[in-house]
């Protein structure tokens, strides 16, 4: 590794790393000016950032030209894991973010350790025993150890990051359950036909929860009323009571046995429409 002078304007930061809060950079900035800068920003050789965003954007915000920089000889597996180690330990990520990172980071660090697969099995059909190995931590060992968490905790966190496509995660982005991890459960349970559908509601603020998204689905899911049907029961409702009135007032039975095979010849016609739709 080696420190370099690069220019500010060449150097590249990856499409997933967070937005800089502006209020911090402005700390940075009135601290560089005061004290200068402690730390070098960190990038690749071909100068795509790894560490640092919100130096680098207090250099550009002072309108200087150049940063000091260590130059790291990582290749992009590397490169993209120590990108995703510094938005988690550096920047406050929303649920979603976390459990997204958590999912590609173990993509990597498992391409990087197969082994750690082999011995992460074998280690849950021993009851859970960790590797004395350090270099031999699972995954979910290696990211408990750094974030400050369980493995426990990493493991439900990837789960939910596997189980929601890219797609859905961005429409869900700025939406109420992007940074509540119960939502996010609920949403990843779901096929992702559903999870796209619930997405869009959340996405558009017609519902706030998973759970309010799912019922108003099942609502406008419900078998239409025929109303035909409606029609036949109110004319059915209507001639029972004019029967039974007319057969308590009237004497003409012939009457009074027409009404009545009125009504039966509805029953029978509701009867058998709903035999024909089931």
Same mark, same amino acid.
């Given at each position: %590794?080696?420190?370099?002078?690069?220019?500010?304007?060449?150097?590249?930061?990856?499409?997933?790393?967070?937005?800089?809060?502006?209020?911090? *950079?402005? *700390?940075?900035?009135?601290?560089?000016?005061? !004290?200068?800068?402690?730390? &070098?920003?960190?990038?690749?050789?071909?100068?795509?950032?790894?560490?640092?965003?919100?130096?680098?954007?207090?250099?550009? =915000?002072?309108?200087?030209?150049?940063? &000091?920089?260590?130059?790291?000889?990582?290749?992009? #597996?590397?490169?993209?894991?120590?990108?995703?180690?510094?938005?988690?330990?550096?920047?406050? #990520?929303?649920? %979603?973010?976390?459990?997204?990172?958590?999912?590609?980071?173990?993509?990597?660090?498992?391409?990087?350790?197969?082994?750690?697969?082999?011995?992460?099995?074998?280690?849950?059909?021993?009851?859970?025993?960790?590797?004395?190995?350090?270099?031999?931590?699972? +995954?979910?060992? /290696?990211?408990?150890?750094?974030?400050?968490?369980?493995?426990?905790? *990493?493991?439900? /966190?990837?789960?939910?990051?596997?189980?929601?496509?890219?797609?859905?995660? @961005?429409?869900?982005? /700025?939406?109420?359950?992007?940074?509540?991890?119960?939502?996010?459960?609920?949403?990843?349970?779901?096929? &992702?036909?559903?999870?796209?559908? *619930?997405?869009? #509601?959340?996405?558009?603020?017609?519902?706030?929860?998973?759970?309010?998204? !799912?019922?108003?689905?099942?609502?406008? @899911?419900?078998?239409?009323?025929?109303?035909?049907? =409606?029609?036949?029961? =109110?004319?059915?409702?209507? #001639?029972?009571?004019?029967?039974?009135? +007319?057969?308590?007032?009237?004497?003409?039975?012939?009457?009074?046995?027409?009404?009545?095979? =009125?009504?039966?010849?509805?029953?029978?016609?509701?009867?058998?429409?709903?035999?024909?739709?089931?």
């Amino acid at each position: %590794m080696k420190t370099l002078d690069v220019p500010i304007a060449k150097v590249k930061v990856g499409p997933n790393r967070r937005m800089p809060d502006p209020d911090k *950079v402005k *700390v940075v900035a009135d601290s560089i000016l005061e !004290i200068g800068l402690q730390n &070098p920003i960190g990038v690749t050789k071909d100068l795509r950032l790894i560490h640092g965003r919100n130096r680098l954007e207090a250099y550009r =915000m002072l309108g200087r030209p150049k940063i &000091p920089a260590i130059v790291h000889d990582l290749d992009d #597996l590397h490169t993209e894991l120590a990108e995703i180690d510094e938005n988690i330990a550096r920047s406050p #990520l929303t649920a %979603m973010e976390q459990t997204k990172a958590f999912a590609r980071r173990k993509e990597i660090y498992e391409t990087l350790h197969p082994e750690t697969k082999t011995r992460t099995k074998t280690a849950s059909t021993q009851g859970g025993k960790k590797a004395k190995d350090p270099a031999a931590a699972s +995954f979910a060992e /290696d990211t408990a150890a750094k974030t400050g968490t369980s493995p426990r905790t *990493v493991q439900r /966190d990837v789960a939910i990051g596997q189980a929601i496509p890219d797609e859905i995660a @961005e429409l869900i982005k /700025d939406t109420p359950i992007a940074d509540n991890k119960r939502e996010l459960k609920k949403l990843a349970r779901l096929e &992702p036909e559903e999870q796209k559908i *619930v997405a869009q #509601l959340l996405a558009e603020g017609e519902v706030a929860t998973v759970s309010e998204a !799912i019922t108003s689905q099942d609502e406008l @899911e419900q078998e239409p009323v025929d109303p035909s049907d =409606m029609l036949r029961q =109110m004319v059915e409702k209507a #001639l029972d009571t004019w029967f039974r009135e +007319f057969d308590d007032r009237a004497s003409n039975k012939l009457a009074a046995a027409v009404l009545q095979e =009125m009504a039966r010849s509805l029953r029978e016609s509701s009867r058998l429409s709903d035999e024909r739709l089931r």
